[in-house]
């Protein structure tokens, strides 16, 4: 794209119901780019023939595309889009009420689907582009399992066999999502298992391992790899991901704009990174070329704290070591979180793209305990008439922490969350927060610091 369309404002790309026809792009407006991924062994950056035996061919043009600002969406999946997008951006006047704040409260509702989560926004596209290349099907990992159910619907809906790696502890307090997965015909195995050589490694090193997302993916990425005609997708971390989510923060900026509003904060749950990038892109794309300023707050648990305690390093981005090398604010690979940890943002690093921007001090980072994020989600729950996500409902706390200032203070400042799903498949949890047995668990810096001394040196 030329210099000339670069500077095209991203309105211009919106259909008349004001759903996007274009991705935005956030690298293209960094001028310190993220670290580039490296092969896990020479240490070198990764190529385009590196990624090819892991990755849709597709996909890894996306990832590796530094400079173009707006890449279409093709029509199939703007289609499928279609029956669920846009997402609605509703003001919270009952919890403003409640709360009696002067602040004004918005969030982006991405949960009016199926799956219940932002995650099939990028499914369907990855689901497509792997359809589009003529492969069998795909592999992948999931947590609490909006993303495994969001890619088993995807893959459907184009008739693509879909094989997911579960978290252990997961699978087990989740049945319901593991059950949509299976009706929309993918396999699920709870990871580790002894299905894969690195899944049998995991489990010898760490008998009775609950698990974690770096164990899943290693075990996806094994089978996608000696499997003909199967690729490994994944739902957050990815510049491609962050890409295809940027549907949200498009869709949230245009209606904002519509109504002449502009968000003084915007807060997003941060897992591995897919919502709360999809959430900011062209907001933080405004405040990288100076157009305008916005503070932006990543909201991560406690026990597990990348941002806020991590080390920002190359990390491998799996437990078994065999992905690629990612530059990231990390715990360190073989970090896993606590069995107590009750949501889905159980990932040990986060996006090279996010980090970068963390490291340059574009946004600000929070870590919150499960017990207060349940507390939130029960207070948005019994005015705003939604169940959230326990993900979710980490934005939600702080965004509530943050209108309670605005009480005190007097001040009339204009607030925008993610609302990344809901958290109908997560009553297992809600059950332990009502029934007083959740706990919280915050890692000890010892343990912080034994997982980090693993890090890879890279000379």
């Not at 699978?171 to 894969?196: C, H, I, L, N």
């Not at 157009?291 to 648990?301: F, L, M």
């Not at 992905?323 to 606590?338: E, F, N, Q, R, V």
């Amino acid at each position: 794209m030329n210099s000339e369309n670069q500077m095209i404002p991203y309105k211009i790309y919106l259909e008349e119901n004001e759903m996007p026809t274009h991705y935005y792009n956030l690298r293209a407006d960094m001028e310190k780019k993220p670290a580039p991924l490296l092969h896990p062994g020479t240490c070198k950056p990764l190529t385009f023939d590196d990624m090819k035996p892991i990755f849709c061919e597709e996909l890894i043009k996306q990832e590796l595309d530094e400079d173009t600002r707006f890449i279409p969406i093709p029509q199939e999946i703007r289609d499928f889009y279609k029956m669920y997008r846009p997402s609605p951006l509703v003001r919270a006047y009952c919890l403003e009420e409640r709360i009696g704040t002067p602040a004004k409260i918005y969030y982006k509702f991405e949960g009016n689907n199926t799956s219940g989560s932002h995650k099939l926004n990028s499914a369907i596209a990855q689901a497509y582009f792997a359809k589009k290349q003529g492969l069998k099907g795909v592999t992948t990992e999931t947590g609490a399992g909006q993303w495994g159910t969001a890619l088993s619907m995807a893959c459907s809906y184009f008739e693509l066999d879909c094989k997911v790696y579960m978290v252990k502890v997961s699978y087990e307090q989740k049945p319901f999502r593991r059950e949509v997965m299976r009706t929309y015909g993918a396999s699920v195995t709870p990871s580790p298992s002894d299905t894969t050589n690195i899944g049998r490694k995991i489990l010898e090193e760490h008998p009775g391992t609950t698990g974690s997302l770096g164990c899943a993916i290693s075990e996806a990425v094994e089978v996608a790899t000696s499997s003909e005609g199967y690729r490994y997708v994944l739902g957050s971390v990815l510049n491609q991901v962050l890409l295809h989510q940027s549907i949200i923060g498009l869709e949230a900026k245009s209606a904002m704009d519509k109504y002449d509003i502009k968000p003084d904060m915007i807060i997003g749950a941060a897992g591995g990174g897919s919502n709360l990038g999809g959430l900011i892109a062209p907001f933080m794309g405004e405040k990288l070329r100076g157009e305008a300023d916005y503070q932006i707050i990543a909201v991560e648990p406690a026990s597990c704290p990348s941002f806020t305690r991590g080390k920002y390093a190359y990390d491998f981005a799996d437990t078994g070591r065999i992905c690629p090398l990612s530059k990231m604010y990390t715990l360190g690979s073989d970090y896993i979180p606590a069995p107590n940890h009750a949501g889905g943002l159980r990932y040990h690093g986060m996006s090279t793209t996010l980090s970068e921007l963390y490291d340059q001090g574009m946004m600000e980072a929070r870590a919150v305990n499960q017990t207060e994020v349940f507390e939130a989600a029960e207070e948005f729950a019994r005015v705003e008439g939604i169940l959230p996500a326990p993900e979710s409902a980490h934005a939600i706390k702080v965004a509530i922490d943050e209108a309670k200032k605005c009480k005190e203070t007097g001040e009339e400042k204009t607030i925008l969350f993610g609302l990344t799903g809901t958290g109908y498949f997560d009553l297992v949890a809600y059950q332990k927060y009502n029934d007083g047995i959740m706990e919280d668990y915050i890692p000890t810096d010892e343990e912080i610091r034994e997982s980090l001394s693993h890090l890879p040196v890279i000379e």
